[in-house]
């Protein structure tokens, strides 16, 4: 393929080849063949011999560059970049080559700065290239992977802004991180509609080029300057958080979080800052010690029939997504184990899991350890692995496990790295993966008790060592009580942790006291977590509209549902859109349907018929919510009711995308029970959930008599 003399010079220098290198185009084309034949060797050779008779050619050096990251000489790469951007220093691809050697070589500041700059040559060049993409979405990853979301997600948030590609590994990784529930906290910091006034004009244009081009450490400084002038100023102290959190020094963000909280005179602004606080354990106060355990087993039959038999255990079988909740990060693991268990403290009480309850005293951890069980496998022993295990109980962890070997002697590693989580934390997230253990099990009562009589009584070194009760009793400190509750109730959203910290809300009389009107607007990027100190009611319709959706992307369920009634509650209000009502019903639906939330049968049958009937109104597919009617119908064992739904379904809404699958699956689920040839005409097929299903064949329709269910392949 002939090279396009009108084309930018692959060198960066902003120029056309016809102008900048024209006599290099017959090079240009030798290394293109070279490359598309995936002769990299070759085409490198022929880069070095361009370069040794005219090293001042900045697309030759272009391509040694990509050819040694090609070729993975990660020496010879950082030698070619650091080069080639001494050579060309205004060349926006030198630079995003050098970011490039420095995150490859583990360098994250240095890569950052050196794409600062390459952000710099472009913006007097007027054009940005792929490479400098490419440089971003390494970064990205990287950062990621390090648990530097912020600075992540800022990074490519700007390179969206500027590049403008909707369907690009820069969108993927960006969406990626904006839909992760681990991060949710940590990844939308943006503060800038708060800033909307004259008195932040100047600050914010110069602010706004220094974030944009990745100059922190020189906004940094600019807020501090400015903070040595104005040091009353909460929301500065806020923004300078934000940027700390780019930078990474996170201690020192989570000081400037909490000065802005102390200074800011709005009650919920002030909450919203120290909820950011608290993200940041130095401000909790020291943790627990855990450690991880693995245990080679060498008779795996006799272990598994003995944590199986063990009433201290919970033990079960978890499918992947299970399992990846259960044990985040563990996704190396070549196969899923056989078994996950937590080991309790004390034994489950008689009659199994049925109405079962955890028993702990206070200020003790229900769960000793998690573990996951393998069975012998081709390449790797038996084994068992503990996680998030007391460091305290070790010894006694050990003897329970010699117990179930029968033996005095066992292959014991102790992991020499400690993990310190902080008591409440711990106590919450035991509460999320009991529930994927044994959804069964009677949680909500016990976890309730630990809470309402344990937390009250916990010191937080952010209340001065007061206890969260003594606290919430200073005026000086009620501000910090009401972040910690909310922090905690985002973290974990989930009903078993959000309705006994909302008791203590209440029973310690808890309140936002200042109003908060915020202009969605205002802010290029809206921060989820501020609708948690905002009054949902009071919310403006596309505030509202806008923060669901945000909720909805993010998977924040709690908060969701929270929205979702207030949507429903304004469905009538002219400046709500009918399509959000209608996603408000489904949410809504989704959560009665839920096993773990037990609502009433009632509740879920009244909101259906509501739905149904405003959807039908507004011309909207509604056979989701007919979805709901068919568990409602199966829940009651109600026969005909299953059929009429089922019927309905296939008759009205078979063309709706979202039924599509509801349809597919339980077709399926009938033609897996259908009976013999001969026995099925007229007869019952099966029953599923105890529910018989009809079939009917095509003959028997004569006469405009409506149709039983149908099933493929079964006529």
């Given amino acids: 393929m002939a090279i396009d003399r009108f084309a930018l010079c692959p060198g960066g220098t902003g120029k056309k080849i016809k102008f900048c290198h024209s006599e290099c185009v017959g090079f240009l084309e030798k290394i293109q063949k070279l490359m598309e034949s995936e002769q990299l060797r070759a085409a490198l050779q022929l880069v070095d011999q361009t370069l040794a008779r005219d090293p001042n050619r900045a697309c030759v050096w272009s391509f040694k560059c990509l050819l040694e990251r090609a070729t993975g000489d990660v020496e010879q790469f950082a030698k070619a970049a650091e080069e080639f951007s001494r050579r060309f220093p205004k060349s926006p691809i030198a630079l995003a080559e050098q970011s490039l050697s420095h995150i490859i070589r583990g360098n994250v500041t240095e890569a950052i700065t050196f794409l600062g700059q390459s952000i710099d040559a472009s913006s007097e060049q007027r054009m940005l290239y792929t490479r400098q993409a490419v440089a971003a979405v390494t970064i990205g990853e990287t950062l990621a992977d390090y648990g530097h979301i912020p600075a992540a997600t800022e990074i490519l948030t700007i390179f969206l802004s500027l590049m403008g590609e909707q369907d690009s590994p820069l969108k993927e990784l960006a969406t990626e991180l904006a839909t992760s529930r681990e991060v949710l906290e940590i990844r939308e910091m943006q503060w800038d509609g708060l800033f909307a006034t004259d008195r932040y004009r100047q600050l914010l244009e110069v602010c706004d080029h220094l ?138 009480p008689d009659g199994e899991s049925e109405g079962a309850r955890l028993y702990a005293e206070i200020g003790e951890m229900p769960v000793i350890a998690y573990a996951r069980y393998y069975g012998r496998q081709t390449d790797r022993p038996a084994r068992l692995v503990f996680e998030d295990a007391l460091e305290s109980e070790l010894e006694w962890l050990k003897e329970l496990v010699k117990g179930w070997l029968g033996s005095d002697t066992i292959e014991w590693s102790v992991d020499p790295n400690v993990n310190e989580k902080l008591p409440v934390v711990k106590l919450f997230s035991d509460a999320t993966r009991i529930c994927l253990l044994e959804p069964s099990i009677s949680f909500e009562a016990e976890w ?121 509650r304004r469905k009538d209000d002219a400046e709500i859109p009918p399509e959000l009502v209608r996603s408000a019903y489904l949410e809504l639906m989704e959560g009665l349907l839920d096993p773990a939330n037990r609502s009433s049968l009632e509740q879920l049958t009244e909101l259906v018929k509501e739905g149904i009937a405003f959807l039908e109104k507004h011309n909207l597919p509604h056979g989701m919510l007919h979805a709901a009617d068919f568990h409602v119908a199966l829940a009651r064992t109600d026969q005909n009711a299953v059929t009429s739904v089922i019927e309905h379904i296939l008759r009205e809404h078979e063309n709706e995308k979202d039924i599509t699958q509801f349809i597919r699956g339980f077709l399926a689920l009938a033609a897996q029970m259908t009976p013999p040839e001969e026995e099925k005409k007229g007869k019952v097929l099966a029953e599923a959930d105890g529910v018989d299903i009809f079939f009917t064949p095509k003959d028997s329709t004569a006469g405009g008599a409506p149709k039983k269910i149908w099933i493929p392949g079964a006529d």
């Fill in 448 to 568: 309730a008790s630990l809470i309402g009589k344990w937390l009250p009584a916990m010191t937080f070194k952010c209340l001065g060592d007061k206890s969260l009760a003594e606290a919430a009793k200073d005026p000086q400190k009620r501000r910090w009580v009401m972040a910690l509750l909310i922090s905690l109730k985002s973290r974990f959203g989930i009903r078993s942790v959000v309705d006994p910290v909302d008791e203590l809300w209440q029973q310690f009389g808890l309140g936002l006291e200042d109003d908060l009107t915020l202009d969605a607007k205002l802010f290029r990027r809206i921060p989820l977590s501020l609708v948690r100190v905002l009054d949902v009611p009071k919310l403006p319709p596309k505030f509202l509209g806008g923060f669901y959706s945000l909720a909805k992307q993010y998977e924040e369920t709690y908060l969701l549902q929270q929205l979702a009634h207030e949507v429903l």
């Fill in 211 to 348: 974030a944009a081009h990745l100059r922190w450490q020189e906004l940094e400084n600019h807020l501090k300057e400015y903070l040595n002038r104005e040091p009353e100023d909460a929301r500065v102290w806020h923004y300078l958080g934000v940027v700390q959190m780019w930078l990474m020094n996170y201690q020192a963000a989570g000081e400037s979080f909490a000065r802005a909280g102390e200074l800011e005179k709005n009650d919920r602004l002030s909450v919203f800052s120290l909820s950011r606080a608290v993200l940041f354990s130095p401000i909790l106060g020291s943790g627990d010690k855990f450690r991880n355990v693995t245990v080679i087993v060498d008779d795996p039959n006799r272990l598994k029939e003995a944590i199986l038999s063990d009433r201290r255990v919970l033990a079960r079988k978890l499918d992947v997504d299970e399992y990846r909740q259960m044990f985040s990060g563990q996704d190396d693991e070549p196969v899923l184990p056989e078994l996950a268990l937590a080991v309790l403290r004390r034994p489950l």
